[in-house]
């Protein structure tokens, strides 16, 4: 008889803590640092719970989520604000890419 090694999936600390969110219905932006992306047709975007600013230029900005990069590409893309929380970017917005 051939025994079967298959381990059973164990749930990561992570994974864990994004179902005990979603079955308390708590906000996930605040329990897990989601970030929060707006936009406003295609000439504005305000985005909340970033870490930091990887790569700013007219065409292209990149900021760096808690999971994930968040790019933004487009024509004359200017950062009219930021603080430690928040940011608001504007110009053409042609798309919005998570890597």
């Keep these: 008889m051939r025994r079967n090694n298959r381990k059973s999936p164990i749930p ?6 994004e179902l ?3 079955s308390l ?6 329990m897990l640092g989601a ?9 504005e975007a305000f985005i909340e719970n970033y870490k930091g600013i ?8 990149v900021l760096q989520g808690k999971n ?15 603080t430690n929380e928040d940011m608001k ?9 998570y890597v």
Excluded: H
């Design 12 to 17: 990561t600390l992570s994974g864990s803590k």
């Design 20 to 22: 005990i969110v979603e």
């Design 25 to 30: 219905k708590l906000p996930k932006d605040t």
């Design 35 to 43: 970030a929060i992306v707006t936009v406003t047709g295609n000439r």
């Design 54 to 61: 990887l790569e700013y230029n007219p065409q292209s900005i």
């Design 68 to 82: 994930c990069k968040i790019c933004f590409e487009g024509k004359q893309l200017s950062i009219d604000y930021y």
């Design 89 to 97: 970017i504007s110009g053409s917005i042609d798309a919005v890419r």
